[in-house]
């Protein structure tokens, strides 16, 4: 059993930058992959990105490339979740995510993720 928690998220100005993290409660990371999904009031859970159990895959929605970014830290069994630029369409509650995935062309499933977290809100003002 692998539990995830969130933090990061608060209110910010659109152009702001913002870190969210997510960390395990396990030294499990290097057995999982890990991606975050974000779901905004009223819109389905949608996949931002993801690492691979390695980390050396990342993998991003193709909105959002070029201004989020994802890291791992194995060591602290933690993956944060740069966002840079931001804009009030990436308001949402983002959530972190872990699965025993080995194909990066699972990695944007959520069917793929065992593991959630509770979600961290983000709120983008214009």
């Known amino acids: 059993q692998v539990h995830l928690v969130e933090s990061g998220g608060g209110l910010v100005q659109a152009g702001d930058s913002l870190r969210l993290s997510c960390v395990a409660s396990q030294r499990s990371t290097t057995l999982h992959a890990m991606g975050w999904f974000r779901q905004a009031p009223g819109k389905e859970r949608e996949f931002v990105g993801a690492?691979?159990?390695?980390?050396?895959?990342?993998l991003y929605a193709d909105s959002l490339k070029g201004r989020f970014t994802i890291n791992r830290d194995y060591g602290k069994n933690t993956m944060y979740l740069q966002m840079n630029s931001l804009k009030p369409e990436d308001t949402a509650v983002y959530y972190c995510?872990?699965?025993?995935?080995?194909?990066?062309?699972?990695?944007?499933?959520?069917?793929?993720?065992?593991?959630w977290g509770q979600g961290t809100q983000v709120t983008v003002s214009s």
């Open positions: 690492a691979s159990r390695s980390g050396a895959n990342t």
């Open positions: 995510a872990a699965g025993p995935i080995y194909r990066s062309d699972y990695l944007a499933r959520m069917a793929s993720y065992d593991y």
